[in-house]
């Protein structure tokens, strides 16, 4: 492959101690910038009969990686809601080879819906697929004993072109599984923001609640939770821009100019974390650095689409996104990531694809 350099920042960075946590005692500078990017290929689809779909967030569970997708579009109606979409479904694969998939299917060709319907929600796509609702999974979280929680929005749909998130919800799962256990209720709902948890570092998941706070400008407030309390509500704090604390209503915005909810990770390449997004509106990919996953955090180094890297929509006016590392597949140094993104193709078409980044 070609290496593809881009610029640098240089930044500030701690040291780590044994447990790989910062050390605010250890400072030095290190440039974050990008030595190369490679495309690994796309995580395929159960079978012809699924044409597309997006997501691609990830978790591991007894030694294995689960994978969720959202909209995974169909060329059939299925058995489910009778609609040619499974709003939510998922694969199985290992870290030595995170592409190779499991994703049984019925004698149709179709995969499970990873997450149930309510009767409700059942009923009201039944009755109109395009006013419907979807439920579109996030990462899994190993809360221990064997279990995982898949955390997910509950999506209504509004005459097949509006989205609008209703709550963020929850599921167990265990390994091998490809229906998950839906828990009761919603873990966040409206009035309140809706924290969508989304990375885990040192025993504890962390939550975005990102929206628009300025002219193409999202921006994320941060929450957080002991692991093995994932899907229980009174177990979070926010953040307040000086300490974490009970009110979800005085969470401050802590990272701006991104085009969905970061994934953050401790870097020990960098000696600091990293969180990886997209622009808005954007197919370009941001990594950015921070002393402390509160911030502040630094401006963007960007990588662009380019022809063996990160590969550009095909699908016209359309855009990549949903950004993510995969901290279970970098190198055991940091100093290379693995991320994944949803890359349209066609109108209701699209890959997942990984790709790994190497930085200097």
């Known amino acids: ?92 694969s290992t870290v030595a080879d995170p592409l190779a998939l499991v994703e049984p299917v019925d004698g149709g060709g179709f995969p499970a819906q990873l997450i149930p319907y309510t009767q409700v929600e059942l009923d009201a796509n039944l009755a109109s697929p395009t006013n419907g609702w979807g439920l579109w999974p996030g990462i899994m979280v190993d809360t221990g004993g064997g279990n995982g929680v898949i955390v997910f929005q509950r999506i209504k749909r509004t005459n097949g072109t509006g989205y609008d998130s209703k709550g963020v919800a929850t599921a167990r799962i265990t390994v091998d599984a490809t229906v998950a256990t839906r828990g009761s209720g919603d873990l966040f709902a409206p009035p309140e923001r809706l924290f969508m948890p989304q990375f885990v570092h040192e025993g504890l998941v962390y939550a975005w609640a990102c929206e628009s706070v300025g002219f193409l400008n999202n921006g994320c407030r941060i929450a957080r939770a002991p692991v093995a309390s994932t899907d229980v509500r009174a177990a979070y704090e926010f953040y307040d821009g000086s300490e974490w604390q009970p009110d979800s209503a005085i969470a401050q915005v802590v990272i701006e100019q991104v085009g969905g909810a970061p994934s953050v990770s401790w870097n020990p390449h960098l000696g600091q974390f990293l969180a990886v997004s997209e622009q808005i509106l954007s197919s370009t990919v941001t990594l950015r ?26 699908a016209a006016d359309s855009f990549n996104y949903i950004t993510l590392e995969h901290p279970e597949l970098r190198s055991e140094d940091g100093s290379t990531i693995v991320i994944s993104y949803s890359r349209p193709t066609a109108p209701f078409r699209g890959d997942v694809r990984l790709a790994r980044i190497t930085l200097q």
């Open 1 to 92: 492959m070609n290496a593809v350099r881009y610029g640098t920042l240089v930044v500030a960075l701690s040291g780590c101690g044994d447990d790989g946590a910062p050390r605010p005692d250890a400072r030095m500078t290190r440039p974050l910038a990008i030595a190369a990017v490679e495309d690994l290929g796309l995580l395929p689809l159960p079978s012809a009969v699924a044409v597309g779909r997006d997501g691609g967030q990830s978790g591991t569970l007894g030694g294995k990686i689960l994978w969720t997708f959202g909209d995974t579009f169909l060329t059939a109606r299925n058995s489910v809601d009778n609609s040619n979409v499974l709003s939510a479904t998922s694969g199985w």
């Open 289 to 314: 650095t921070a002393d402390r996953i509160e911030g502040p955090w630094s401006g963007p180094v960007k990588i662009e689409p380019s022809a063996t890297g990160i590969l550009a929509p095909t």
